[in-house]
Nanobody, 114 residues
């Protein structure tokens, strides 16, 4: 059974940093694309970053500030978020598509505010 569990969210001041983690189980982690999405109040869920086969891609709004990485030995994907802005406030979700089925974590709240 595929499970994704995010952690690491919280309240941070503008300019601060947070590191999100997503622990995965139930599938062969190393061969699948792992993605981070976020959803702000009143907005649609959007792709933030993705990692697959050593390649990464990012939303324009986070390029240069966020870094996605993964540890295939720990079945965990990370999102290092630096120079956070109030507009980064959202619930952050981990996602994977396995054999045509989509799986999401429960989400972790990130609030950037002074």
């Amino acid at each position: 059974q595929v499970q994704l569990v995010e952690s690491g969210g919280g309240l941070v001041q503008p300019g601060g940093s947070l590191r999100l983690s997503c622990a995965a189980e139930g599938f062969t982690f190393s061969i699948y694309t792992m993605s981070w999405y976020r959803q702000a109040p009143g907005k649609e869920r959007e792709l933030v970053a993705a990692s697959a086969g050593g390649r990464t891609n990012y939303a324009d709004s986070v390029k240069g500030r966020f870094t996605i990485s993964r540890d295939n030995n720990k079945n965990t994907v990370y999102l290092q978020m630096n120079r956070l802005k109030p507009e980064d406030t959202a619930v952050y979700y981990c996602r994977v598509s396995v054999l045509g089925s989509e799986y999401w974590g429960q989400g972790t709240q990130v609030t950037v505010s002074s």
